[in-house]
Nanobody
Framework: VQLQAFGGGLVQAGDSLRLSCSAS????????VSWFRRIPGKEREFVAA???????YYTDSVKGRFTIFRNNAENTVYLQMNNLEPEDTAVYSC????????????????????????WGQGTLVTVSS
């Protein structure tokens, strides 16, 4: 599986962006796809996950602002980011684990980078104040 993440850019606080994670080589349908971000000098941070057909899960800091969703026909997972804040500035990457973890507990399993089989390259999101 090859993943390609794109859609980053420079925006102002309060603006929106939509990131895309496009896959080739295998369908993403039903599997777990997550977005992570890394701020320079800090550890990679989990942002959001989608698993199975409808399960979604978010880190607390983006709840109500970010939405993760997938288009199976396009084999793409999106991250819609609204009301962006300067603290959202980071390099965003998508990752896939070829498992349906929609029933997994605790949900913090999604936070663990080591469970993911494939990673895309990062796309930079810069939010100015």
């Amino acid at each position: 599986v090859q993943l390609q993440a794109f859609g980053g850019g420079l925006v102002q606080a309060g603006d929106s962006l939509r990131l895309s994670c496009s896959a080739s080589g295998r369908t993403l349908s039903g599997y777990t796809v997550s977005w992570f971000r890394r701020i320079p000098g800090k550890e990679r941070e989990f942002v959001a996950a989608t698993s199975g057909s409808t399960t979604t899960y978010y880190t607390d800091s983006v709840k109500g602002r970010f939405t993760i969703f997938r288009n199976n026909a396009e084999n793409t997972v999106y991250l819609q980011m609204n009301n962006l804040e300067p603290e959202d500035t980071a390099v965003y990457s998508c990752a896939v684990v070829m498992l349906d973890l929609s029933a997994a507990s605790p949900r913090t399993i999604f936070h663990n980078p080591s469970i993911y089989n494939y990673w895309g390259q990062g796309t930079l999101v810069t939010v100015s104040s």
